[in-house]
């Protein structure tokens, strides 16, 4: 049995609650939710994502969580996995998994993470290019140009190849932005 969540608390810890003539006010919000998650589940999350990257059954829930979350802990520890050089693979799975639950936060690492020299590592680093520019719409053709500019001149002909697809398909979704833009 868990223990019991002690709101007020975790309220002030958010800096939620703020002194009127009245007594309190309050806010809330879907803002407010995830900071408190955060704080709430941070070592869970942190711990999902282990348990993502070792690839054992329930791995796909796990990422389910994290996908529907898209925790700032999980992005965290995606990068930690990443600069442990033990291991490639998990390093690159925690990169896969950093495509699903990235947010434009994660932005500022990108080069760091293209100057990887694990292939895997910069091939999903061009699917988090895409997963913020086409599907969340969270970063500018402007801001995702310069990347994919790098990953064009690649050393790998498989990272060159898969930005030249993204950019096939972005060319193709940027229409479908613009209808929806407009349509609004």
């Not at 049995?1 to 709101?7: G, H, K, N, T």
Request: glycine share 6%.
């Amino acid at each position: 049995m868990s223990e019991p969540v002690d709101w007020g608390a975790l309220a002030g810890k958010l800096g939620t609650i703020t002194p009127s003539e009245h007594g309190w006010s309050e806010r809330g919000g879907t803002a407010v939710a995830y900071d408190a998650i955060e704080i709430l589940g941070a070592s869970v999350l942190r711990e999902a994502v282990d348990f993502y990257v070792s690839g054992e059954p329930g791995f796909e829930v796990a990422k389910s969580v994290l996908m529907f979350l898209k925790p700032s802990a999980a992005m965290e520890r995606c990068r930690e996995i990443f600069r442990d050089p033990a291991d490639p693979q998990q390093a690159a799975d925690a990169i896969e998994l950093l495509r699903m639950v990235a947010d434009r936060r994660v932005l500022d690492w990108i080069p760091e993470l293209m100057a990887s020299e694990n292939e895997a590592v910069r091939i999903w680093t061009l699917g988090i290019l895409d997963q913020l520019l086409v599907m969340q719409e969270s970063i500018t053709p402007e801001e995702a140009a310069p990347i994919f500019k790098q990953a064009l001149a690649d050393p790998s002909d498989n990272v060159r190849s898969q930005a030249s697809r993204f950019l096939e398909n972005f060319a193709e979704c940027e229409q479908v932005i613009a209808m929806r833009s407009f349509m609004q």
